[in-house]
Structures are given as structure tokens and as C-alpha cells.
């Protein structure tokens, strides 16, 4: 299942372009689902109870639809997971843009408290 959850996060930042990453951050770090007509995410609050959606008091689902892959995927992360992923996509991101250390740190820094992650 991790296999397939990386990769589908991975696709995620591939199809919203490296442009986005610094805009994806932000909205992460103020809690806001973003993305686009065939890949998004939102967070746990985004939903009511009664909505057929819902998957709980906390975590963060990626939706990707087709035709950005074959068949309407779906993954549902708590927020450990989800900012271990993120930790490697921003590593990943800074190997092409190290001018932009310091605000993904900063960012970085606002998710983590935001969702409660403890300091490895």
C-alpha cells in the first residue's frame, strides 16, 4: 500500500508542475485543500459527518481522476504519513530549487505544528 500511496503523491506534484510546489505548501500550511479539476486534496475538516466523503477527525485525502490516470484514485493519509512524504517531496524539490530553502523550511515548520507532528 505505501508503494502505491507514494506513488500516486508523487504523480500528484508531477501533474500540478513544479510552479505549484511553493503555492501546495502554503495551502498546507493554512489547512486549505487546493489542486486542480483531475488532482486535489483536502483535509479531514473539509467534510461534514452526514457527507458521503467524510473519513474522519483528521488526516488528508488526494483525489486523482481520470484522464490523469487510468481509473479515479483515492488516498487517505494521517498526518505522520503525510508529512514524512512531504519531508521527501521538499528534499526532492530543493535538489532543483535551493533558492527556495528557507521559505520550505518555514513552511515545513507550519505544517508540523499545525497537525501536531512531533520532531524526529
Known amino acids: 500500500m505505501e508503494d502505491k500511496e507514494r506513488k500516486l503523491i508523487s504523480y500528484f506534484y508531477h501533474h500540478m508542475g513544479d510552479g505549484k510546489f511553493l503555492r501546495i505548501l502554503r495551502s498546507y500550511a493554512s489547512g486549505e485543500g487546493y489542486g486542480t479539476e483531475y488532482a486535489r486534496f483536502v483535509f479531514a475538516d473539509y467534510y461534514e459527518k452526514w457527507e458521503e466523503d ?13 484522464p490523469a490516470v487510468e481509473e479515479d484514485e483515492e488516498i487517505i493519509l494521517d498526518y505522520p504519513t503525510f508529512y514524512k512524504y512531504l519531508k521527501e517531496d521538499c528534499t526532492s524539490y530543493l535538489e532543483d530549487y535551493p533558492q527556495d530553502k528557507s521559505e520550505v523550511e518555514a513552511q515545513l515548520e507550519k505544517i508540523r505544528k499545525r497537525f501536531n507532528i512531533e520532531k524526529p
Do not use: Q
Not at 467524510?54 to 483525489?63: K, Q, R, V, W
Open 54 to 66: 467524510y473519513f474522519g477527525e483528521e488526516g488528508i485525502a488526494y483525489y486523482i481522476d481520470r
